[in-house]
């Protein structure tokens, strides 16, 4: 359980929020338990976010910007041709899925765009990096001159089902006689990749 250290009540009440998510999801989430399990008053969370779903647009900002570090990182190591930035983007992905489901739930939920700005801003930051990647790779000729945006959100669509499949079963589920996460990841994105190749 997240303990309460003073001065920092708003970080303390997202992870707090994300225990919550994690054990009833977001229908049973609400800043009265955030205020109970945090110590303080039920009125202490108002100074913070204005109601649930500014709390919500809170850890999907958070979840953006921890998957942008984790492709950035992993697109950094990885070789120089396209295809194997685009893998190991995917691979970052998937395992961010895993490794945060509680962000990954909140992260994709419709919200009022004028209340959350700042989410707008990272989601489309984070998209916008694989877009470039993307855009590289048909510069270079190593993928199709097909709509770029197109290419961006059919590669994006598969690694998000993906995660989404590792998350609610197992990443066995899809390719059982696969390794690890990122064998499954490369085998997927190297399939689609060859036909985008095309």
Known sequence: MVKYHHGDLRNTLLAIAAELL?????????????????????NAP????????????????EGFRLLTIDVESAISQAE????????????AYV???????????VMFRPVDVAKAPNLLEVSKASLNRLFELVKSGQEQGELGAADTYEMTKAIWAMVHGVSAISVAYNTTILLPERASVEDTVSTFVTF???GLSA
């Open 192 to 194: 689609l990749l060859d």
């Open 95 to 105: 395992n961010f899925a895993l490794n945060h489901p509680n962000h990954l739930q």
């Open 46 to 61: 108002y100074m913070h976010f204005a109601d649930k779903e500014a709390v919500l647009a809170a850890i999907a900002e």
């Open 22 to 42: 994690a054990e009833d999801g977001v229908h049973a989430l609400s800043l009265r338990k955030m205020a109970k399990r945090a110590g303080v008053s039920h």
């Open 80 to 91: 120089h041709s396209t295809r194997q930035k685009l893998i190991a983007a995917s691979q």
